[in-house]
């Protein structure tokens, strides 16, 4: 499949990319794994994220010390549902020209102990940068992993920053 055949501008939204994941566990542990910043750092190449999390709030992703992944604002928070956040990727030049995009997370409960994850990254440019979406998969594989089995996906990518730095450690 070609990259003109999975993005496409959709209702003004800009192009987009959507992942949708299940995962056996609960909204409120899903909730916790993507604001906590220690348990992101074990599912999102090492990086972790710090925030405040309330509406209209900064965050920020990184390695202290190593690189700047990302920072952004909080547009929508709704735990353990939706979490709505601007997005501007800072880890190359070329990605920094991408400039502000969107991401909404949307937890879903299905059956009696899982629940439906999907991840919308939207408002990016017609010839978006695919670096800005292409560990989308890696992360929520490693996301799936740590929370239904307790361990860290092992995958190079998955590792890249493991052990660069200490979060809150600055």
């Given at each position: 499949m070609t990259d003109e055949q999975l993005y496409a501008v959709v209702g003004g939204r800009g192009t987009l990319t959507a992942f949708e994941i299940y995962i056996k566990?609960?909204?409120?542990?899903?909730?916790e794994a993507i604001t906590d910043g220690e348990m992101r750092k074990r599912y999102s190449f090492g990086v972790g994220v710090e925030s405040d999390w309330t509406q209209g709030s900064e965050y920020r992703a990184g390695v202290p010390g190593v690189v700047d992944i990302s920072r952004g604002e909080n547009v929508e928070v709704d735990p353990p549902r939706r979490l709505v956040q601007t997005f501007t990727a800072l880890w190359s030049e070329d990605v920094k020209r991408e400039g502000t995009t969107r991401v909404t997370w949307e937890i879903e409960p299905v059956g009696d102990d899982s629940c439906r994850l999907?991840?919308?990254h939207d408002q990016m440019?017609?010839?978006?940068?695919?670096?800005?979406?292409?560990?989308?998969?890696?992360?929520?594989?490693?996301?799936?992993?740590?929370?239904?089995t307790g361990d860290d996906l092992t995958t190079p990518g998955s590792l890249m920053y493991a052990n660069a730095g200490n979060w809150g450690g600055e």
């Open positions: 566990t609960s909204p409120e542990r899903l909730w999907q991840v919308t440019g017609d010839d978006a940068n695919s670096q800005l979406f292409g560990g989308w998969m890696m992360i929520l594989s490693g996301l799936k992993t740590l929370l239904e």
